[in-house]
């Protein structure tokens, strides 16, 4: 497909427009759109803009709330079809595992949130290098960000970067 097609004001045809291909394209249709049109310098934009975890050490639970906004064209759209969010402790330098991955979407309130039980080895010791953070994906799309818990010593960009190139947030397959 045809993505960021520009043309002359003037312009009658699209004879002399230049365009690129839709898979290097920053305007993206969503589920039975057949157009994309952008009146906004920024066609997308998806941020986590709040995560919390509250850890109960003697029940050995978790309960964590993910907030994020998707704004397309400049107008806000709803995440609640459009994407997952997900729990990951990074221990280390790329290594990551899946703490939460049923997150409930509450649409009203903006926000993902799931109570789990704990693994033990969670609490095994003292982990001087653990992150935990919130992981929202679009559905189907490459488009990601990360939300990470309060008080956090480690940077966002240095965990995106590890992020890029893991089985989180490569692209699956979808069928409509």
């Known amino acids: 497909g045809i993505a960021d097609m520009r043309c002359a004001s003037n312009q009658l045809t ?19 759109e057949e157009l994309a049109v952008s009146c906004s310098h920024y066609p997308f934009n998806l941020t986590v803009f709040s995560f919390s975890s509250r850890i109960k050490i003697k029940m050995r639970v978790g309960r964590f709330k993910c907030y994020a906004s998707a704004y397309r064209f400049g107008l806000e759209m709803s995440l609640e079809n459009e994407a997952n969010a997900i729990i990951l402790e990074r221990i280390g330098t790329k290594n990551f595992t899946k703490i939460a991955d049923k997150m409930k979407h509450k649409h009203k309130k903006k926000y993902w949130v799931e109570k789990v039980q704990l693994e033990s080895s969670f609490f095994a010791s003292k982990i001087l290098h653990r992150v ?14 990360i939300g990470l818990a309060n008080g956090c010593t480690v940077g966002k960009i240095a965990i995106v970067r590890e992020l890029e190139d893991s089985e989180f947030v490569k692209l699956k397959p979808y069928r409509y």
């Open 132 to 145: 935990i953070f919130c992981l929202v994906k679009l559905i189907r799309m490459n488009k990601f960000d």
């Open 14 to 32: 699209i004879e002399n427009c230049s365009y690129s291909l839709y898979q290097d394209s920053t305007a993206l249709c969503m589920r039975g």
